[in-house]
């Protein structure tokens, strides 16, 4: 299981981008750097279009709609052209199949069975290196274009790989007056100081890719409960502080998936990993658990009331991990999960993004084996 802790990585604070964001603001699942509060200004990506509810995706193709077979390793014989008696074996890379999903959606993920070692580009950027699993993950960011083209190569040989379709989102915007900033950014020293401990925890949190600890990428929802606000939609504040007088702005993006479930409602691990965080009492996220996965695909779940595992503590597919709650910045009880997919070609955690986990939810059941 320790393939990818050759991959293990020191962050980089300053390069680290980090956004997470429930609406409404003042239940801001925010983690921008506490000294940035410039970011609040940053224009977000504006993207029109009717609201679009997680009940609209289930009519949704999914992303991954074919089981994958082990790919064959075959072995050509080359014999030396001038008739030298001992043969040079040497891996066929070329007739390694790849195999991945044959289609995807804007926010989401395309898995790839490849060979280990190889290292994987999307639209010609190096996005995954493959690890004993065989199994790289690719995350498509909200603009995502398509076709998605995939290529990898191994041992100095590059293949052309595929494209693959993608199909468009639309996510909501809007805009929305009468902020109380206060609730938005921390702006007593206290408040800074405690966004700003919280802050540093995140990133090392971040700083290691663990192995995976199923043989599968298979998602349970991770509490029972309907969904409240979907991944995507971008919200626009204005208003003013109430300490300060001063107007302000915040334009965020919802990069998780909430769900509407009373305080102390069981949190299950939606798949198994590894915990890499678990804290009672982050500034903006309240009770948080980062689960690592592996595959290069992190669950971050929010606002807990009950926090029940310890970093470095490996959890099975449905094992109780905590209870929801209400904690941080909320308005109203609920459980935000969001995951954020890694690229594990790059060390600096810069590639990293967060991905929709309706859509990872619909990956379904994969058989790796
Ligand atoms: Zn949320």
């Known amino acids: ?18 956004a997470l964001a429930c609406a409404p603001v003042s239940d801001a699942d ?35 709609e074919q089981s994958y077979v082990p790919a064959p390793v075959v072995e050509e014989v080359f014999l030396p052209p001038d008739g030298e008696e001992d043969a040079i074996s040497v891996p066929a890379v070329e007739d390694v199949q790849a195999q ?9 993920l395309i898995v790839c069975k490849l060979p280990v ?32 083209k995939i290529s990898w190569s191994q041992n100095g040989i590059s293949h052309a790989g595929f494209e693959i379709p993608v199909s468009p989102r639309k996510d909501d915007y809007r805009e929305l007056t009468g902020l109380d900033c206060d609730k938005v950014d921390a702006r ?15 990133v090392a949190a971040f700083a290691n890719l663990n192995a995976p600890t199923t043989h599968e990428i298979a998602f349970l929802k991770p509490a029972d409960g309907p969904y409240s606000s979907p991944f995507g939609p971008t919200r626009k504040y204005t208003g003013v502080s109430k300490v300060t007088g001063e107007a302000c702005n915040s334009t965020s993006v919802h990069r998780g998936l909430d769900m509407a479930v009373p305080v102390g409602t069981d949190l299950i691990a939606p798949m198994g990993g590894t915990v890499v965080l678990a804290d009672p009492d982050l500034y903006y996220e309240g009770g948080t658990i980062f689960l690592d ?16 595992v310890q970093a470095g503590q490996v959890v099975k ?3 109780r991990m905590g209870a929801t709650g209400n904690t941080g910045r909320t308005t109203g009880p609920h459980l935000h999960w969001a995951v954020k997919w890694r690229n594990t070609a790059r060390e600096d955690r810069d590639g990293d993004f967060y991905i929709d986990p309706a859509i990872v939810l619909e ?3 994969l058989d790796l084996n």
Request: with cysteine; hydrophobic share 40%; glycine share 8%.
């Open 1 to 18: 299981m320790t393939d990818l802790k050759s991959l293990s990585i020191i962050a980089s604070v300053a390069a680290f981008s980090f």
């Open 30 to 64: 925010v983690a921008q750097p506490p000294t940035e509060s410039a970011a609040q200004d940053t224009p977000a990506q504006h993207v029109d279009g009717a609201t679009q509810t997680v009940e609209n995706d289930a009519d949704a193709p999914s992303a991954l």
């Open 100 to 108: 991945c999903s044959p289609s995807a959606k804007q926010g989401g």
């Open 117 to 148: 070692g190889a290292v994987v580009k999307l639209d010609g950027k190096e996005v995954a290196i493959v690890d004993e699993s065989q199994i790289a993950t690719i995350g498509l960011k909200q603009d995502a274009s398509t076709p998605a």
């Open 188 to 202: 007593s020293e206290e408040q800074k100081a405690h966004a700003s401990r919280s802050w540093v925890k995140k």
């Open 293 to 308: 996965h592996g595959y290069g695909l992190v669950s971050v779940f929010l606002h807990l009331s009950q926090v029940d």
């Open 317 to 319: 597919t449905g094992e």
């Open 363 to 365: 990956l379904g059941d």
